[in-house]
T-cell receptor
Framework: DTAVSQTPKYLVTQMGNDKSIKCEQN?????MYWYKQDSKKFLKIMFS???????INETVPNRFSPKSPDKAHLNLHINSLELGDSAVYFC????????????FGSGTRLTVV | RKEVEQDPGPFNVPEGATVAFNCTYS??????FFWYRQDCRKEPKLLMS???SGNEDGRFTAQLNRASQYISLLIRDSKLSDSATYLC??????????FGPGTRLSVLP
């Protein structure tokens, strides 16, 4: 069983569209995250969720909105996609916020054309 | 100064070689340290935690030097399968992990 699963794996879409990426973890972890890895391979935190509560929201555009129906799911919705949004988006989870290693999903490669 | 810095490499080493990477961090209040490994087009995976006393896992040894604010990773007897990008990760209590830019290793036959 996949511990942290993301869908879709690849997403190609046009500028201006709205899209969502789904993430689910079956590890029973309390905290989930979204990271963005750009073309230079830097991994940057976007959001953290702990027991359905947003605990850190880094300075990302408000076109990005995380949605967590329960502690096993953290979806990422993106409005009005721009070319600069093209990147790989990783979902991750950890048992305790920031206190131990993360388990990452396999990533969603988003290409905006 | 960036929060976490690494030499991007690439480090090209022959099989069987010993290779070491360093990572420096700027915030002296950092408390947790990790090495992650990321293969091309794959997700990062935890390689090992870095403890104050240092730790070893098979061919891999991690060390922490708080005074100089750096951590290191030593790989002995390199294998072709060790080729990957190695990410240094630093964390302060109550904060998210900060990932370094990674060091790329290529082990050559």
């Amino acid at each position: 069983d996949t511990a942290v699963s993301q869908t879709p794996k690849y997403l190609v879409t046009q500028m201006g569209n709205d899209k969502s990426i789904k993430c689910e973890q079956n590890l029973g972890h309390d905290t989930m995250y979204w990271y963005k890895q750009d073309s230079k391979k830097f991994l940057k935190i976007m959001f953290s969720y702990n027991n359905k509560e947003l605990i850190i929201n880094e300075t990302v555009p408000n076109r990005f909105s995380p949605k967590s129906p329960d502690k096993a799911h953290l979806n990422l919705h993106i409005n009005s996609l721009e070319l600069g949004d093209s990147a790989v988006y990783f979902c991750a989870s950890s048992q305790v916020w920031g206190d131990d290693g993360y388990t990452f999903g396999s990533g969603t490669r988003l290409t905006v054309v | 100064r960036k929060e976490v810095e690494q030499d991007p490499g690439p480090f090209n080493v022959p099989e069987g070689a010993t290779v070491a990477f360093n990572c420096t961090y700027s915030n002296s209040a950092s408390q947790s340290f990790f090495w992650y490994r990321q293969d091309c087009r794959k997700e990062p995976k935890l390689l090992m935690s870095v403890y104050s006393s240092g730790n070893e896992d098979g061919r891999f040894t991690a060390q922490l030097n708080r005074a100089s604010q750096y951590i290191s990773l030593l790989i002995r007897d390199s294998k072709l399968s060790d080729s990957a990008t190695y990410l240094c990760v630093v964390n302060m209590e109550g904060q998210n992990f900060v990932f370094g830019p990674g060091t790329r290793l290529s082990v050559l036959p």
